[in-house]
């Protein structure tokens, strides 16, 4: 478009007598047009913002770009069949996010005991989606249906709950990973924040509005020095963005506790592991490097001091996941608008056990017979705290949450796994 004004207005090399009527009426019909060219481009902006759903259109911070077909009576059936409730007292559930690790094992959790359960997950490529994808299979020979779709389409959120009177949501899609914040922030706003502020918007609406069991992260005690970390410490100091993005959904989960009697309960993971986990996540690449022979990172503190984590075992994750979900009381809410107080809750979900993670390695050694490469490095600065302890006495006394799965025994299960998954052609695992 730049080029329309590169011809000029006075061609040839006559010179035109500027008085003249004909000049006049040229260069005010030339105006005319520019005018109205640029009103045209001006209301067509207009229309893309503000009129598009924000759904249609390509989002620069997702890695992935694909778009969704969902709909029609073949697909709501499937939505109503998964989500069917097969006990008295079952619940139906939304888990978004179910693609992931600890939605796979939460969704299988509450499908085996009888729920309904209607999965959600957009299939990103954050890591590789073949895993994602084979955790969805294992969820379809469980009878779990998995839409694919995004969080923040807000058309697909709506029709959900049309279709399926959802009692309750398990909000667990995310952008995981403290480092990755450093190369692609966007996509942690994208879905941490407004994904979060879109799923309540609809479940705000919904009549019945669901109560909502949601992921936080054990990173909002960023750089709390006070150990170990309690539900009632300080968690203004966020060493990652991916940390500042869950402290935020906590601040919005008030919000909209306060405003609409949303019953809402967060809950702070503390690294969590297990079969069919995550690759991204320090124990998963370890056991791959290890293996292939290539030497790992091992970091450590300042004057030498260790790095340790609150490992957690996936089983006691998920058995945290469903007593937050049995024991949320219902919204108090009603298309929008709150009749009373409602419930609020944050809680730890860890081992109460932190260990170093050299010592993760030494177990994996021997879990894997192969002598681990260790590169001593220091513990850069990308977000990454030196320690994580939690304190699980809340969690105890009123979700009867009690871990039972140390690290040792937690590694030689997840280790059997991957050894037959990748080992086995991916068709070993179980």
């Not at 209607?118 to 469980?142: H, I, T, V």
């Not at 990973?177 to 941490?192: F, I, K, T, W």
Request: charge should be positive; glycine fraction near 8%; charged fraction near 20%.
């Amino acid at each position: 478009m730049k080029h329309l004004d590169d011809t000029p207005s006075t061609p040839g090399k006559f010179k035109i007598d500027k008085s003249h009527s004909y000049f006049h009426r040229t260069r005010w019909q030339s105006s005319v047009a520019k005018l109205a060219f640029w009103s045209l481009v001006f209301v067509g902006f207009i229309f893309i913002f503000f009129y598009r759903s924000p759904s249609s259109l390509p989002d620069p911070s997702r890695r992935s770009l694909r778009t969704y077909s969902w709909g029609g009576p073949a697909w709501e059936k499937r939505v109503r069949s998964s989500a069917h409730v097969r006990t008295r007292r079952g619940v139906s559930v939304l888990v978004t996010g179910a693609a992931g690790f600890v939605g796979t094992h939460v969704s299988s959790a509450l499908k085996r005991r009888g729920d309904g359960v209607l999965g959600l997950d957009n299939f990103n490529d954050y890591y590789d989606p073949s895993l994602k994808r084979a955790r969805q299979a294992l969820l379809e020979r469980s009878g779990v249906f998995v839409v694919e779709g995004d969080i923040n389409d807000a058309a697909l959120l709506k029709k959900l709950f049309e279709v399926v009177p959802f009692t309750h949501v398990m909000h667990l899609a995310a952008q995981a990973g403290v480092r990755y914040a450093m190369e692609n922030p966007s996509s942690y706003v994208h879905s941490n924040i407004a994904g979060f502020v879109n799923l309540l918007e609809v479940c705000k609406s919904a009549n019945p509005q669901p109560a909502i069991v949601w992921a936080s992260s054990s990173s909002v005690y960023g750089l709390n020095t006070k150990v170990p970390f309690s539900e009632k410490d300080r968690t203004d100091q966020p060493a990652s963005l991916y940390a500042a993005t869950k402290k935020a959904g906590e601040e919005i989960a008030h919000t909209y506790n306060h405003i609409y009697g949303l019953s809402l309960t967060g809950l702070r993971f503390f690294t969590v592991y297990g079969p069919w986990g995550r690759p991204d996540m320090a124990y998963f690449f370890f056991t791959r490097d290890i293996l292939k022979g290539k030497a790992i990172s091992v970091f450590e503190g300042a004057n030498h001091g260790t790095v340790a984590r609150d490992f957690t075992y996936i089983d006691d994750i998920v058995k945290g996941c469903l007593g937050a979900l049995d024991t949320a009381e219902k919204s108090t809410g009603s298309g929008g608008k709150k009749r009373g107080a409602a419930q609020l809750r944050v809680f730890n979900l860890g081992n109460t056990s932190p260990v170093p993670v050299s010592d993760l390695v030494s177990i994996l050694e021997r879990l894997l017979k192969v002598k681990a490469k260790r590169n001593i490095m220091k513990l850069p600065r990308n977000g990454d705290v030196q320690f994580t302890h939690a304190n699980i006495s809340s969690a105890q006394r009123e979700l009867g949450y009690k871990p039972t799965t140390d690290l040792q025994t937690g590694l030689k299960k997840f280790a059997r796994w991957y050894l037959g998954y990748y080992n086995g052609g991916k068709k070993a695992a179980s």
